[in-house]
């Protein structure tokens, strides 16, 4: 067979089907095509004509694929849909890639778990389903103690007295059942209470419990720990005011307040018009609470703390009202878009 004749043949081959590159395929490229043929034949050749006779079908053969590769790029271009008019028209709306941002309660809860975490705390969890011993009975609160009256309840079954936990210091008992001092752990979580929904409460909110206990812990190293976070939060020139209080699981009992931000101290809803916030309530924890837990009241002391996230994060990013935290509304949310949590 003629090759000048072969090589017209596949370069005129009508190529513009799937059958007719089948065809094409079938008479060039399989075993038993033309070509598959004539290269068996070359055996029978002298040897002086095999070499050229060889060279010049592997030439036709590569001639076949590369018309065919050729033919079935053309054929997947044409059924791409062109890209070019997205790129070329100047007034095609930008395609915008929404990244997400992370809710304030986040952003300012990592940053009270940065600074604690500074000074050595490790964080500790417990259940949002509780029982009455970890979340009134090992706290100091009696049965008929009236301070359970402080917190209204949402109780599950109560009858057993299981419920949602009203605090995080129930966290606090848990841990110290299950270790000894030294302690000193932060206990992020959520709580409930059976409020009505308004803008200064709500049915749940977010707390963050301390703890610190060991040898020879004061009041002095309560105060100086709580400075140290409120600067650390707020900023060096925040006016913090201590306040006597009460809570039965500690002797003695105090409330933190900071100058509102809000509106700079000269009264404004959030503060209920005195100029002040209280951020946090903290103590030293009553040798009531170590006996219940396991822990030696005579040989240990230690101080607590619970730290209102939301108020907190009211304060910082002076946000009126606590709804809005809960409502995931995107005006909201994205208004934090790009914050880091140390910012
Ligand atoms: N558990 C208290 C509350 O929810 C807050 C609190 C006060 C926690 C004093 C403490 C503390 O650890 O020492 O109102």
């Known amino acids: 067979m003629d090759i ?29 095509g033309v070509l598959d043929e004539l290269f068996a ?20 053969r590569e001639l076949a694929q590369a018309r065919l590769t050729q033919a079935e790029a053309e054929e997947r271009h044409l059924s791409v849909p062109s890209r070019t008019p ?38 500790a969890e417990g259940p949002e389903i509780e029982d009455d011993w970890h979340n009134f009975e090992a706290l100091n609160f009696e049965p008929d103690h009236p301070a359970r009256d402080m917190q209204d309840t949402f ?33 992020p979580g959520r709580v409930y209470r059976h409020e009505t929904v308004s803008a200064r409460a709500h049915v749940y909110f977010h707390q963050i419990e301390g703890l610190c206990v060991d040898e020879g812990i004061s009041a002095a190293d309560l ?3 709580l400075e140290y976070f409120i600067e650390g939060f707020f900023g060096a020139n925040t006016r913090i005011r201590w306040r006597a209080s009460y809570f039965p699981f500690t002797e003695m009992s105090a409330e933190v307040d900071v100058g509102c931000l809000l509106c700079e101290s000269k009264g404004c809803a959030v503060c209920k018009h005195t100029g002040w916030v209280e951020v946090l309530g903290c103590g030293m924890v009553d040798p009531a609470v170590f006996d219940a837990c396991g822990i030696d009241a005579e040989r240990y002391t230690g101080f607590a703390f619970g730290l209102g996230v939301e108020r907190l994060a009211q304060l910082l990013y002076g946000i009126p009202d606590l709804r809005l935290f809960g409502q995931n509304d995107l005006r909201f949310l994205q208004s934090f878009r790009g914050y880091g949590p140390i910012a």
């Open 155 to 187: 109780f599950l079954r109560p009858e057993e007295g299981i419920l949602l936990r009203t605090h995080t210091s129930t966290v606090q008992v848990r841990v110290m059942e299950r270790s000894q001092p030294p302690i000193r752990i932060l206990a």
């Open 4 to 32: 000048t004749q072969l090589q017209k043949e596949v370069e005129s081959f009508d190529l513009s089907s799937p059958e007719r590159r089948i065809a094409f395929q079938k008479r060039f490229l399989r075993k038993g």
């Open 86 to 123: 997205v790129f070329s028209d100047p007034s095609f709306p930008l395609i915008r890639h929404e990244a997400g941002g992370r809710h304030p309660l986040s952003l300012v809860e990592s940053r009270i778990i940065y600074l604690f975490q500074r000074i050595g705390y490790l964080l």
């Open 223 to 225: 105060k100086a720990t």
């Open 41 to 60: 034949a070359l055996r029978t050749l002298p040897p002086e004509l095999r070499k050229e006779q060889g060279k010049a079908l592997n030439a036709l």
